[in-house]
């Protein structure tokens, strides 16, 4: 597909700023467990930060996930006061949940709560304020989050400008797949402008001159490596990349509603989900897809998604889909009425329907997997275990957010393709046009799938 299909996915009216094309440069792609991808890539990238550190993510809970950023920031602050020539450090931690009890509380405030210092250690897990004074570190935390499901659930790190991560785990303990891709270039700018619209009104504009690149986190130990693929465990696998060309990338916000939209008798359609340029962009690269469609996602319960995927089928694309049996059931009856498990029911009565009526030629084929951990490996991880234990832990259900369409687009991010996402929670998305940054992550995740997928549904077989 050429430059301007990419364009064409942002020209579709859309609610609030129009995203455009940009470009960026994906310098890895890693899989893991949320703890193996802070370990990994973003703590190392964390510690390197000179000038600005932004972390930006949903959930924030006690796990070995923060008591490894708070190790790392400690650990930040000692090299810092070794340093006489030191440049103030200004981090930003932005979160929406740390429970319950939090959600209800934040639901009378407006706009985004500041954290004042005092509660840095005790509440959130963070140095003490002393500590980060003493290295010239000016540490700002806040939380947003509206009622009644409306979390801000992107997930970012953004390091002196020049080097940014979109994971898609957040600070707290599941032992989950999860997914991070690194980046550089200009598409930065524009997570920037998305960060300082929710975040930071104020966030100054001019650039960051570290007088130096940052050092790359550390790959694994060479010795272990398979052409580009390090792997660390089965379920642990870096792609490093090395463009010399820039790709066409877009970054895809999707402001949060209030207004969950929810239709619960079932004579009545669904209601349209909101025009946000994720949405929007997810919707018009599936109607463009001509050969193959993947979609993992934790959870499918978005109507809307649904019925691409069925019209999909009809033009003649297979679709393969990769998900999860029963994560967060109460949740998808909260916010969806109903489950992936019900869902997929759905698509699959709906396509035998199409196989009745069609010809063989003129339809997809279907082929549905549920995640499951590997077997014989351990589970049963406890927030207070140590983080060294932890690391390269199996994992117990799928969390990655991952859509590859003709192989040439890849969606990665956090928005899942369930109605929360769809329809309350704000998300992120970054969107590449590469056939062989798509060949690459396909190959890695492939890989970790290996061994950890149960047949739901096979059109060959059936």
Known sequence: MSRSRLARLTEAPTEGVQERPSESTPVSFRLG??????????????????????????????????????????????????????RRLRIRICLSSTGPLQMLSHAWRRGSYTYPPSAW?????????????????????????????SVMHPKYVIVDRSRAFIPSCNVSSEAWLEGCVEITGPAIGRLLDFYGRIWDAGLPPERIDTGAEPPLAAAPDASSATGNFHRVSSAVTLVTLDYPTPVPTVVLPSPHHRNPRIRPFPWQSSAPPPATPLNVASLEILRLA???????????????????????????VDVRIVTNPNLMVLQQLLTAWTTTSRCLKWLIRRYQAIRQTAVTASRGKLHISHFKRLDGTRVGRRPDDDVESAIGEEPVQSHVKFT?????????????????SWYTSQELGILFQSADFASRATAAMEGVLE????????????
Not at 41 to 63: D, G, N, Y
Not at 64 to 81: D, K, M, P, V
Not at 451 to 462: H, N, Q, T
């Open 290 to 316: 001509t050969r193959s469609i993947y979609v993992q996602t934790p959870n499918l319960t978005c109507s809307a998604v649904l019925n691409a995927l069925l019209d999909a089928l009809r033009r003649g």
């Open 404 to 420: 590859v369409v003709d192989n040439a687009f890849t969606l990665l991010g956090s928005g899942n393709m369930d109605r929360a």
């Open 33 to 86: 467990t949320g703890l193996d991808i802070y370990a990994g890539a973003l703590l190392p990238a964390m510690l390197a930060a000179q000038q600005e550190l932004i972390l930006v993510t949903c959930f924030w809970h006690k796990s070995q996930t923060l008591a490894a950023l708070n190790r790392t920031l400690l650990e930040l602050t000692r090299r810092r006061r070794l340093n006489p020539a030191r």
């Open 121 to 149: 250690s005790s509440k959130l897990g963070l140095p003490s304020p002393d500590a980060l004074a003493m290295a010239d570190i000016d540490l700002v935390v806040k939380s947003l989050f509206s009622l009644p499901f």
């Open 451 to 462: 061994g950890r997928l149960e047949v739901r549904y096979d059109s060959d077989a059936a």
